[in-house]
Nanobody
Framework: QVQLTESGGGLVQAGGSLRLSCAASGRTSSRNIKGWFRQAPGNEREFVAG????????KYADSVKGRFTITRDNAKNTVYLQMNSLTPEDAAVYYC?????????????????WGQGTQVTVSS
């Protein structure tokens, strides 16, 4: 069984920061974690950031470039999303996403597995 567990969401003021974590367990490792997506009410789920298994290549949505940073610690089976300079437009449920195999390339297309999501709320 593949399990992805997100944490780190919460309420923050505009301009503040949060760090999300996604821990892999079960029949997957963090090497399968593709990255992060988010979904705001009334919107489709969208790509936020992706990373290769080695951490050597990352990709970001234009809306978060320069503010968000995705990293991984494979020894801890965890992928992180550091979010700085948050705005109300960043408020959403953030989902961790994983592929069936080791992530060799970064794509904006989601893989097969999702975490349960973590809520990020940004007050203005």
């Amino acid at each position: 069984q593949v399990q992805l567990t997100e944490s780190g969401g919460g309420l923050v003021q505009a301009g503040g920061s949060l760090r999300l974590s996604c821990a892999a367990s079960g029949r997957t490792s963090s090497r399968n974690i593709k990255g992060w997506f988010r979904q705001a009410p009334g919107n489709e789920r969208e790509f936020v950031a992706g990373i290769t298994w080695s951490g050597g290549i990352t990709k970001y949505a234009d809306s978060v470039k320069g503010r968000f940073t995705i990293t991984r610690d494979n020894a801890k089976n965890t992928v992180y999303l550091q979010m700085n300079s948050l705005t109300p437009e960043d408020a959403a449920v953030y989902y961790c996403n994983a592929h069936r195999t080791t992530v060799m390339v970064v794509t904006t297309t989601p893989g097969d597995y999702w975490g349960q999501g973590t809520q990020v709320t940004v007050s203005s």
